[in-house]
């Protein structure tokens, strides 16, 4: 079992910057995979980004330039590093694990407010 606890979100006037963590517990050696997704109401829930095993990143286009995913192995933390934030950014954040076998875990979600 992966336990993940998303922490960061919060309310930000646009063109401002949050920083997102996700801090990983359990039996975390087999995950080869992390990632940020949001759902804003209304919509489906998107992958916002991705990070491997061996630090291979990936982006959704909306957020290429302005979103950056990190990972700390050390403390079994993902971050996700948001810039020039805008109102259409509004959503509840989710932190995702993925084991090899395809065994996903979710965190709680945390809300992110892009707004004046």
């Known amino acids: 079992q992966v336990h993940l606890v998303e922490s960061g979100g919060g309310l930000v006037q646009p063109g401002g910057s949050l920083r997102l963590s996700c801090a990983a517990s359990?039996?975390?050696?087999?995950?080869?995979?992390m990632a940020w997704y949001r759902q804003a109401p209304g919509k489906e829930r998107e992958l916002v980004a991705t990070?491997?095993?061996?630090?291979?990143?990936n982006y959704a286009d909306s957020v290429k330039g302005r979103f950056t995913i990190s990972r700390d192995n050390a403390k079994n933390t993902l971050y996700l590093q948001m810039n020039s934030l805008k109102p259409e950014d509004t959503a509840v954040y989710y932190c995702?694990?993925?084991?090899?076998?395809?065994?996903?875990?979710w965190g709680q979600g945390t809300q992110v407010t892009v707004s004046s």
């Open positions: 995702n694990a993925r084991r090899m076998s395809g065994v996903a875990y």
């Open positions: 990070i491997t095993s061996d630090v291979a990143t």
């Open positions: 359990g039996t975390i050696f087999s995950v080869n995979r």
